[in-house]
């Protein structure tokens, strides 16, 4: 998961420091998760959704995991 919240970060930071035609400041947030033994793909996609109010909430421009 460590990977992944890397990625979506730097993802994050790219996007922040883009400098769109038009656009002032564009930002987004991610929430990434971990595929856990006997998950569906919903198990994983409903804890990558959940972190990603979580990021939201705290503020926007953040990457949140979701709890192992």
Do not use: C, W
């Not at 730097?10 to 971990?34: C, D, M, P, W, Y």
């Not at 409903?46 to 979580?54: G, I, S, V």
Request: hydrophobic share 40%; net charge positive.
């Amino acid at each position: 998961m460590k990977e992944a919240k890397l990625l979506a970060d730097k993802l994050r930071n790219l996007i922040e420091n883009h400098r769109f035609r038009h656009i002032q400041k564009v930002t987004a947030s991610f929430g990434v998760a971990s595929l856990h033994k006997g998950d569906v793909p919903r198990d994983i996609l409903k804890r990558a959704d959940d972190a990603l109010y979580e990021a939201k909430k705290e503020g926007r421009n953040l990457v949140k995991a979701a709890a192992q």
